[in-house]
């Protein structure tokens, strides 16, 4: 997957607002990768985009230099092309498995659905395949739960589901958006590692969206940070979450209480992010960094480290704080 210079802009009352502002973003073959920010960074927007699932129209406009997945320039595709990829090659988890399940149909029937439209074949091997899927995403009783209703089951357990649905096509591509808010920690540990043992087994590429810095370091390879629509800082997962070089990125680490830690008051980002229809020209968090200066009033571009070239940020000090 290959985005660059993303834009999307929502309309309202008071005018338009940019959610997401000239993103670019890559996702290798196999490889997963993390994208953090806090709520309203523009992060929902931007996964919902890469497979043209926005309500685009007089109120939403979608503008890119490039949109590719798998292979398919998704601004110019035909309806045809995206029912295509959708599904079969690249799958999408949503946030809220009890919106994201119609509650008058069964889990059969959710299942069904997905298997016959992409893998033409017998009732009885949908269902067979379907308790095939169930089990290896950690469902001792699958049979049980094919014949409940969304409601019946517990939210780990939805979500669950929701990634049986998601794998059961063999896509090369997922795309999970926040697919462990709301749930237990020991329900993400399990999900977690049900996720990171599908991937060595199918090779499948992810784009993991959270705000939960302390699984996305643990599953993925690299990490994009988002900030008011931008991204304001990229590289190796590990390396970006515990030698954070961008301001933003600095803050959201130094505000994460620790287990171990002297109970001592946790640090917080001061201020308020910008509203698309706020935001400025320089860079969007300026207003509240601990180092700005004069130049910060000219947007940075995302440039590379000295020390390492994986690794880049959109700050002027880049590498000096």
Not at 91 to 101: G, N, R
């Amino acid at each position: 997957m290959d985005i660059q210079d993303l834009t999307v802009r929502f309309a309202d009352d008071s005018g338009w607002r940019t959610a997401v502002r000239s993103l670019s973003l890559q996702v290798r073959e196999g490889e997963v990768v993390g994208l953090i920010g806090e709520s309203g960074s523009g992060k929902s927007v931007t996964s919902s985009s890469l497979l043209w699932l926005l309500p685009l129209g007089d109120r939403c406009r979608l503008t890119a230099e490039r949109l590719d997945v798998l292979g398919l320039n998704v601004l110019d595709a035909t309806e045809r092309e995206m029912r295509n990829l959708r599904g079969a090659q690249a799958a999408m988890v949503f946030q809220e498995p009890m919106t994201a399940l119609d509650p008058l149909r069964s889990i059969r029937r959710h299942m069904h659905d997905v298997l016959l439209a992409h893998k033409p074949q017998s009732s009885r091997d949908a269902y067979a395949l379907s308790k095939q899927l169930l089990s290896e995403m950690g469902i001792e009783d699958p049979d049980r739960v094919l014949h409940c209703y969304p409601h019946q089951l517990s939210g780990g357990m939805r979500q669950r589901v929701l990634l049986a649905m998601a794998f059961s096509c063999n896509p090369r591509l997922i795309i999970a958006d926040e697919p462990l808010t709301a749930l237990d920690v020991t329900t993400q540990h399990q999900i977690v590692k049900l996720v990171r043992r599908k991937t060595q087994e199918s090779g499948v590429a992810i784009l993991f969206v959270s705000h939960d810095l302390s699984v996305v370091r643990s599953l993925c390879e690299r990490v994009y940070v988002m900030y008011a629509g931008e991204v304001v800082e990229t590289g190796p997962a590990h390396h970006v979450l515990t030698r954070p070089h961008h301001p933003y990125t600095q803050g959201l680490l130094a505000s994460r209480p620790e287990l171990f830690a002297p109970r001592t008051r946790l640090d917080t980002i001061a201020g308020q992010a910008p509203s698309g229809a706020d935001a400025a020209e320089g860079c969007q968090f300026r207003d509240r960094c601990p180092h700005a200066f004069e130049k910060c009033s000219v947007r940075p571009p995302l440039q590379a480290s000295a020390g390492d070239p994986e690794r880049a940020s959109a700050c002027w000090l880049e590498g000096a704080i």
